[in-house]
C-alpha cells in the first residue's frame, strides 16, 4: 500500500500497538496529525507545554513496561521536549520521541524553527536518528522501539524533516530486527553465576542491594522470592522502592543519602553485597575510598557493563538481565544442598536489630502544626498503601520516599537521576492514563508543582481524576535545608513569596481545591479526596511545618557511616 | 598509560560525532583520531589514541562498545601491535639547507614530494617517536608547516579486528 510518510507514521505506532501519543502540535508536523486525525487507534494527549508531553509518556512508560511515545514540533517544540528527554535517559526510561524538523532541503539554511535537535539530544539519548528517506521511516521506528525497550532501556528519538511526511513509498513494517552493532546480552555467565552463588552461600554478613534494573526488567517477584530463600536484609535503592515488599521484615529501608542507618550500615559493614541493577550512585555510596575501607566481596549484576566497576571496584562482574540471572541463581541455589551458614546469620541479623533500634525514622509529630511526613503515612493508610504514588523532587520527594512503604513494583515514580522539578503532574498524568481505574497520587512541593503547574488544564480535558498533595512549606525546602546545614543559615533565594492560593487556581481550572491548615483535618481531607471525590482532580493543599528537615543524612561525598541521624547530631 | 584503540563503527552521518562527543563529555582525553571506511564501505574503522588509568580505559571502552552504532572496540596496545602516521613537511629549501635536508630525510626514509625554488614537502610515514624525531633532526627556523594524520594501528599476527 502506497502511504505519505505521515500516514507510515502512525501505522508504524499501531503497529508497535500504541495507545496513547503526548503532544503538540507545529508547523514541522502537520502532516503527521493529519494522519492522527483520521485514525482511532492511537489516542493523542495534547499537554500544555512539550516538557510535560515527554514526562508524561515516561511516566506511562514508568508504571506499564511500554515504551512512552511523545510527538513534538521542531524547534521550540523540540528543545522543550529536551528536559523531559534527558530525565528518561538518567532512569533508563524506555521511550521513542518523535521530532518534527524542517524539509531536508532546508536544513543547515537557519531555517525558520529549524534546530540540529539529533545534535542537541545527543548526549541524552540512547540513541538517535535524522530520517532522510520516506522509505526509512518504518525501519527507522521498528529500530527506534526495539533499541528502547531491550538492553539497558532509554530513550530514542527520531527527527523527521517534513517534507518526508507528504512523501510518498510502498508501506511494510518489519517483523524484525536485527542490527549488527547492537546485541545486549540477557543470559549471564553461568560460571559467575556459580561463583556469585557460592560467595552468597559462604557470606557471614551478607547484603542485598538492589535498584530500579530490578523494576525494569520486571524481576520484583524473583528478587522477592531468592531474598527469602536466602533469608538475608535487602535494601532498595530510590529508584528500586517496591522491587522487595517494604513492610517485610528483611527490608531495611532505602540506602545512601537519606536512607535509613540499618541500611547503610548493613551495607558498610558486609562483607559480601550483591548489587542487582543499581549502580553504585553518588546519592548512594558518596566517598567510594571510605566504602573500600571495609573489605567486601562484591557480586554485580547489570545487563550495561559500563555501570560495572565505574565507581566501585567489583570481583564479581555479571552482565545480563536481572529476570534471567536471578532464574539461574535460584535454580542453582535450589538444586544444590548447601545452605546459608545460620549462627552467623543469626549473629549479623542480631546487629542489624541493634541498627534497626535507633528507629532512625521516628519524628516528633505535633497536635498544632502538620507534619509533611504525617501526611505521607496518613496518604499510606487512606490508600492502603497501593496507590501509584508519583513526586517531584525537594524534601516531600525524600518523605514520600520514606514514609509510603512501596510493597509492589511500579508503584513509585520519580525523578531520580536528573532530579527534575516539575515531573509530578505529568507522570501522575500518564500513569492515570495506564491506569484508569487506579488511585493515583503526585506528591508535591509549592516550587516544583509550579513548573508544570499548566498541566491542570489538560488533566480537566481528559479528566484525570489525579488527587495532588502540595506539601507546602513555603519553602524550597530541599535547598533552605542544604543552606542551613552546610551554608551558615544564609537562605539565598530559598524563599518564595507571593505564592498562589493552590485551592483556588485548581478550582479556577475546574477542579477540586482543598486547604489543610491543621493536623487533625489530613486524613479527613485525605478521605474526602479518594471517596467523595475519587472521580476529580483533588488539589490538596497541605500547609506544613516549615524548617523540617529530611533525616536521617549522609552530606555529600562522605561516607555511609558518616549519618546526621536527626537534628540532635549537628 | 599510552591506549591505542582500534573500532569498527556503522558508516553513518553523525557516526563520529557520537565519538568525539563522548570523550568530550566524559572528559577523556584524545590524543589522536583517525578514521576511514573500509574495504566494506558501510562500515568505517577508527583508531584513537587516548591516555588513562586502567579504570578509566575500561570504562572507555565499555563506553565505546554501548554506543549503538559501534561494532567492536579492541585495545590493540595491549599486544603486539604496529602503529603508523603519515606526516607532510614543509621546509624553506635554499642554499646549503637543499643538500642538509635532503640527506637527512633519505635517513629517515622520508621522501621529497614537491619542490620549488624555496621549498620542500617531504612524506614520512612511522611510528610517533620517528615522525618526532625527524621534525627534531630539523632547524625548526626551516619548518614552515606540519600536518599529521594521527595514528593508525593493526595488530600482529592472528589479531584481526573484523566484523
Ligand atoms: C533529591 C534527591 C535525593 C536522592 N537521595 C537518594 C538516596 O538517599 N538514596 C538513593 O538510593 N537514591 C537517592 N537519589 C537517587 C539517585 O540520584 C539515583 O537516581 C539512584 O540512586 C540510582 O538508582 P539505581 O542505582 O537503582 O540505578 P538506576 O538509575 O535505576 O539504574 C538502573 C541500573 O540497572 C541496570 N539495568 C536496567 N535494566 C536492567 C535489566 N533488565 N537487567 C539488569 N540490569 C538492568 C542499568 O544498566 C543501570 O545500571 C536521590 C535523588 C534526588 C533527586
Ligand atoms: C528543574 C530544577 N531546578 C532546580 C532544582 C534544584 N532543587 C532541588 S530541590 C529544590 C526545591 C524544591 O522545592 P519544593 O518543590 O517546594 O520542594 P520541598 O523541597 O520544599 O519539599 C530545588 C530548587 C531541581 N532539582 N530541578
Ligand atoms: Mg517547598
Known amino acids: 500500500?502506497?502511504?505519505?510518510?505521515?500516514?507510515?507514521?502512525?501505522?508504524?505506532?499501531?503497529?508497535?500497538?500504541?495507545?496513547?501519543?503526548?503532544?503538540?502540535?507545529?508547523?514541522?508536523?502537520?502532516?503527521?496529525?493529519?494522519?492522527?486525525?483520521?485514525?482511532?487507534?492511537?489516542?493523542?494527549?495534547?499537554?500544555?507545554?512539550?516538557?510535560?508531553?515527554?514526562?508524561?509518556?515516561?511516566?506511562?512508560?514508568?508504571?506499564?513496561?511500554?515504551?512512552?511515545?511523545?510527538?513534538?514540533?521542531?524547534?521550540?517544540?523540540?528543545?522543550?521536549?529536551?528536559?523531559?528527554?534527558?530525565?528518561?535517559f538518567c532512569d533508563s526510561i524506555p521511550m521513542v520521541i518523535i521530532s518534527g524538523q524542517v524539509p531536508t532541503a532546508a536544513i543547515g539554511q537557519d531555517a525558520f524553527q529549524e534546530v540540529d535537535t539529533v545534535g542537541i539530544t545527543r548526549p541524552c539519548v540512547k540513541h538517535n536518528f535524522l530520517?532522510?528517506?520516506?522509505?526509512?521511516?518504518?525501519?527507522?521506528?521498528?529500530?527506534?522501539?526495539?533499541?528502547?525497550?531491550?538492553?539497558?532501556?532509554?530513550?530514542?528519538?527520531?527527527?523527521?524533516?517534513?517534507?518526508?511526511?507528504?512523501?510518498?513509498?510502498?508501506?511494510?513494517?518489519?517483523?524484525?530486527?536485527?542490527?549488527?552493532?547492537?546485541?545486549?546480552?540477557?543470559?549471564?555467565?553461568?560460571?559467575?553465576?556459580?561463583?556469585?552463588?557460592?560467595?552468597?552461600?559462604?557470606a557471614k554478613r551478607p547484603m542485598i542491594y538492589t535498584g530500579g534494573g530490578v523494576i525494569l526488567a520486571d524481576a520484583a517477584d524473583r528478587l522477592t522470592k531468592l531474598t527469602r530463600l536466602l533469608g538475608y536484609p535487602i535494601t532498595n535503592t530510590l529508584m528500586g522502592l517496591g522491587a522487595y515488599p517494604a513492610s517485610d521484615r528483611q527490608y531495611l529501608g532505602m540506602p545512601g543519602m537519606h536512607g535509613t542507618y540499618e541500611a547503610n550500615m548493613s551495607m558498610h559493614y558486609s562483607d559480601v553485597l550483591l548489587a542487582v541493577g543499581a549502580r553504585?550512585?553518588?546519592?548512594?555510596?558518596?566517598?567510594?575510598?571510605?566504602?573500600?575501607?571495609?573489605?567486601r566481596k562484591i557480586i554485580h549484576v547489570d545487563i550495561d557493563p559500563s555501570s560495572i566497576s565505574k565507581r566501585v571496584k567489583v570481583d564479581v562482574p555479571i552482565v545480563g538481565d536481572v529476570k534471567d540471572v536471578l532464574d539461574e541463581m535460584i535454580r542453582q541455589?535450589?538444586?544444590?544442598?548447601?545452605?546459608?551458614?545460620?549462627?552467623?546469620?543469626?549473629?549479623?541479623?542480631?546487629?542489624?536489630?541493634?541498627?534497626?533500634?535507633?528507629?532512625?525514622?521516628?519524628?516528633?509529630?505535633?497536635?498544632?502544626?502538620?507534619?509533611?511526613?504525617?501526611?505521607?503515612?496518613?496518604?499510606?493508610?487512606?490508600?492502603?498503601?497501593?496507590?501509584?504514588?508519583?513526586?517531584?523532587?525537594?524534601?516531600?520527594?525524600?518523605?514520600?520516599?520514606?514514609?509510603?512503604?512501596?510493597?509492589?513494583?511500579?508503584?513509585?515514580?520519580?525523578?531520580?537521576?536528573?532530579?527534575?522539578?516539575?515531573?509530578?503532574m505529568p507522570y501522575a498524568m500518564g500513569a492515570q492514563l495506564a491506569h484508569p481505574g487506579k488511585q493515583v497520587a503526585c506528591v508535591t512541593g509549592e516550587a516544583s508543582i509550579q513548573m508544570n503547574i499548566q498541566e491542570l488544564s489538560t488533566c480537566k480535558q481528559f479528566r484525570l481524576p489525579i488527587k495532588i498533595c502540595n506539601l507546602n512549606n513555603r519553602y524550597l525546602g530541599m535547598v533552605r535545608q542544604w543552606q542551613q546545614l552546610f551554608h551558615g543559615q544564609r537562605y539565598s533565594e530559598s524563599y518564595m513569596d507571593s505564592l498562589p492560593d493552590f485551592a483556588k487556581l485548581a478550582e479556577s481550572y475546574g477542579h477540586v481545591g482543598i486547604r489543610v491548615?491543621?493536623?487533625?483535618?489530613?486524613?479527613?481531607?485525605?478521605?474526602?479526596?479518594?471517596?467523595?471525590?475519587?472521580?476529580?482532580?483533588?488539589?490538596?493543599?497541605?500547609?506544613?511545618?516549615?524548617?523540617e528537615n529530611v533525616y536521617p543524612m549522609v552530606q555529600g561525598g562522605k561516607g555511609l557511616t558518616e549519618m546526621i541521624l536527626s537534628a540532635e547530631d549537628l | 598509560?599510552?591506549?591505542?584503540?582500534?573500532?569498527?563503527?556503522?558508516?553513518?552521518?553523525?557516526?563520529?560525532?557520537?565519538?568525539?562527543?563522548?570523550?568530550?563529555?566524559?572528559?577523556?582525553?584524545?590524543e589522536s583520531l583517525t578514521v576511514a571506511p573500509t574495504e566494506d564501505a558501510s562500515m568505517s574503522r577508527m583508531t584513537i589514541v587516548t591516555t588513562g588509568s586502567d579504570e578509566i580505559i575500561e570504562q572507555i571502552t565499555k563506553q565505546l562498545n554501548k554506543l549503538v552504532e559501534v561494532v567492536k572496540v579492541v585495545d590493540i596496545s595491549e599486544a603486539a601491535?604496529?602503529?603508523?602516521?603519515?606526516?607532510?613537511?614543509?621546509?624553506?629549501?635554499?642554499?646549503?639547507?637543499?643538500?642538509?635536508?635532503?640527506?637527512?630525510?633519505?635517513i629517515f626514509r622520508a621522501r621529497i614530494i614537491d619542490?620549488?625554488?624555496?621549498?620542500?614537502?617531504?612524506?614520512?610515514?612511522?611510528?610517533q617517536s620517528k615522525l618526532d624525531a625527524f621534525i627534531g633532526a630539523i632547524d625548526t627556523g626551516l619548518i614552515l608547516e606540519t600536518v599529521r594524520s594521527g595514528v593508525c594501528g593493526i595488530g600482529r599476527g592472528d589479531r584481526v579486528l573484523k566484523l
Not at chain 1, 467523595?532 to 497541605?542: A, C, G, M, S, W
Not at chain 2, 599510552?2 to 563522548?22: D, F, K, P, T, Y
Request: aromatic share 8%.
Open chain 1, 280 to 295: 553504585f550512585d553518588d546519592r548512594v555510596i558518596g566517598d567510594p575510598a571510605n566504602f573500600a575501607e571495609e573489605p
Open chain 2, 81 to 106: 601491535h604496529i602503529e603508523r602516521e603519515l606526516m607532510l613537511i614543509k621546509l624553506r629549501a635554499t642554499g646549503k639547507d637543499r643538500e642538509e635536508i635532503k640527506r637527512t630525510a633519505d
Open chain 2, 1 to 30: 598509560m599510552r591506549h591505542v584503540i582500534s573500532l569498527l563503527i556503522e558508516n553513518e552521518a553523525g557516526a563520529l560525532s557520537r565519538v568525539s562527543g563522548l570523550f568530550s563529555a566524559r572528559g577523556y582525553n584524545i
Open chain 1, 333 to 424: 541455589l535450589e538444586a544444590g544442598e548447601a545452605r546459608p551458614n545460620p549462627d552467623a546469620l543469626a549473629a549479623w541479623w542480631k546487629q542489624i536489630e541493634d541498627w534497626r533500634s535507633r528507629k532512625c525514622m521516628e519524628y516528633r509529630n505535633s497536635d498544632t502544626i502538620i507534619k509533611p511526613q504525617f501526611v505521607i503515612q496518613k496518604l499510606w493508610e487512606v490508600t492502603g498503601g497501593d496507590a501509584i504514588v508519583t513526586s517531584d523532587v525537594g524534601q516531600h520527594q525524600m518523605w514520600a520516599a520514606q514514609y509510603y512503604r512501596f510493597d509492589k513494583p511500579r508503584r513509585w515514580l520519580n525523578s531520580g537521576g536528573l532530579g527534575t522539578m516539575g515531573v509530578g
Open chain 1, 131 to 202: 530520517v532522510r528517506d520516506v522509505r526509512d521511516i518504518a525501519t527507522t521506528i521498528k529500530k527506534a522501539f526495539y533499541l528502547a525497550q531491550t538492553g539497558r532501556p532509554g530513550p530514542v528519538l527520531v527527527d523527521i524533516p517534513k517534507d518526508i511526511t507528504f512523501a510518498k513509498c510502498e508501506f511494510e513494517y518489519p517483523q524484525d530486527i536485527s542490527m549488527r552493532s547492537y546485541n545486549p546480552v540477557v543470559k549471564g555467565h553461568q560460571g559467575q553465576i556459580k561463583k556469585a552463588v557460592q560467595l552468597l552461600l559462604e
Open chain 2, 115 to 127: 619542490v620549488t625554488d624555496t621549498s620542500y614537502v617531504i612524506e614520512l610515514t612511522g611510528n
Open chain 1, 1 to 88: 500500500m502506497v502511504l505519505t510518510g505521515a500516514e507510515i507514521v502512525i501505522r508504524c505506532l499501531q503497529e508497535e500497538k500504541v495507545e496513547y501519543v503526548f503532544g503538540y502540535p507545529g508547523g514541522a508536523v502537520l502532516y503527521i496529525y493529519d494522519a492522527l486525525f483520521q485514525q482511532e487507534q492511537v489516542r493523542h494527549i495534547l499537554v500544555r507545554h512539550e516538557q510535560a508531553a515527554v514526562h508524561a509518556a515516561d511516566g506511562f512508560a514508568r508504571s506499564t513496561q511500554k515504551v512512552g511515545v511523545a510527538l513534538v514540533t521542531s524547534g521550540p517544540g523540540a528543545t522543550n521536549a529536551v528536559t523531559g528527554i534527558a530525565t528518561a
Open chain 1, 517 to 547: 491548615d491543621k493536623p487533625a483535618d489530613v486524613e479527613g481531607a485525605l478521605r474526602e479526596a479518594f471517596t467523595t471525590h475519587k472521580n476529580d482532580l483533588v488539589f490538596l493543599d497541605f500547609q506544613v511545618d516549615q524548617t
